[in-house]
């Protein structure tokens, strides 16, 4: 040991250095070795919602619209860690999209959709677009599903979600009624009431939807609309 206020010369050379306690920062190690191999950089991929808005004057334009939101909902649910507000984002967007955007069928046995005025009865539609519509709501139904279970819930948000799973369950109904051109489906032939055999029509309940909507803070007059149109 030494004594106090004595000084010991240090060889640096030949590495002395480092032989004292707390000296290891001037060992001449090289470290870079044990950096390894850099991380792959996340990627965010742009989500257009804007593409949702577009105004829909035929049925391209309504699967259009339909396939641009499943496709932003799956962006929004994969990259949830990157963007923040994912579930608020794909509830406003598919919300949007039900209640404004889409129109909402008539109902089936009126005067105006036998005269051909529903925008979903009305038009010739193939079975590849009937699959390709009733498959892209169930996709955005499990979105809202999701989403709705994943936030807190509020009188405005519940009668958002209720009204746009409605829409969503009129719009299914109208598309499912439909005979497709080159091939109709046997689903749609038995539940319209096409089939051959004694069958009849199926047709839905409304009432509970009544019922439970009556006391609904509806702050959006599109919601107030769409609820109006879904009990006609």
Wanted: charged content about 15%; hydrophobic content about 45%; proline content about 5%.
């Amino acid at each position: 040991a030494l004594s106090p206020g004595t000084m010991r010369e240090l060889d640096v050379q030949s590495g002395d250095v480092t032989a004292h306690a707390n000296m290891g920062g001037l060992n001449y190690f090289d470290v870079e070795s044990l950096v390894g191999r850099s991380g792959v950089g996340k990627i965010l991929r742009p989500v257009d919602l804007a593409a949702v808005a577009a105004p829909v004057n035929s049925l391209a334009d309504a699967v259009r619209a339909l396939r641009n939101c499943v496709h932003a909902c799956t962006l929004l649910a994969n990259q949830s860690n990157q963007i923040r507000n994912s579930y608020c984002l794909r509830v406003s967007l598919i919300t949007h999209l039900f209640t404004q955007v889409l129109p909402l069928p008539l109902p089936f046995d009126s005067h105006q959709a036998k005269a051909g005025r529903c925008f979903w009865s009305g038009q010739r539609m193939k079975h590849e677009t009937q699959v390709e519509v009733l498959q892209d709501v169930r996709l955005l139904a499990r979105h809202l599903a999701t989403a709705c279970l994943s936030l807190r819930t509020s009188r405005t948000f519940d009668a958002a979600r209720l009204v746009c799973f409605a829409s969503m369950v009129c719009v299914s109904d109208a598309v499912l009624r439909i005979q497709a051109d080159d091939f109709p489906s046997p689903v749609s032939q038995h539940y319209n009431g096409t089939a051959p055999g004694p069958v009849t029509a199926f047709a839905l309940d409304i009432g509970d939807f009544a019922a439970e909507s009556q006391a609904l803070l509806l702050t959006d007059p599109y919601l107030a609309t769409a609820r109006a149109q879904i009990l006609e």
